[in-house]
């Protein structure tokens, strides 16, 4: 049975940072690409980033281009979302997502279609 369980989230002030983790149990970690999406408040969940099964290719939503970076450490079975430079807008539950398959390497897919596990979200707000 996969089990994802976030960490990291809480309430912090425009500007700041966080650093959101992923543990990841019951298969072997390093075989698929993992994702991290998010849903705002009254809005449908959306995608935030991805990373491949090795860390080599990672991609994110524009949104978040240039602010937050996506890395794993497949030793500890852990994904990870360091977000910087927060805004308001950045306000959501986060989710880490895995798929069922393996995948080959430099696979990465932004739907949540391709994502059958999904943590339990952690809340991030971001105010003032």
């Known amino acids: 049975q996969v089990q994802l369980v976030e960490s990291g989230g809480g309430l912090v002030q425009p500007g700041d940072s966080l650093r959101l983790s992923c543990a990841a149990s019951?298969?072997?970690?390093?075989?698929?690409?993992m994702g991290w999406f998010r849903q705002p408040p009254g809005k449908e969940r959306q995608f935030v980033a991805g990373?491949?099964?090795?860390?080599?290719?990672?991609y994110y939503a524009d949104s978040v281009k240039g602010r937050f970076t996506i890395s794993r450490d497949n030793a500890k079975n852990t994904v990870y979302l360091q977000m910087n430079s927060l805004k308001p807008e950045d306000t959501a539950v986060y989710y880490c997502a895995a798929p069922l398959t393996a995948s080959a390497l430099g696979v990465i897919m932004i739907k949540s279609d391709n994502y059958t596990y999904w943590g339990q979200g952690t809340q991030v707000t971001v105010s003032s």
């Open positions: 019951g298969r072997t970690f390093n075989s698929y690409y």
């Open positions: 990373i491949s099964r090795s860390g080599d290719y990672t």
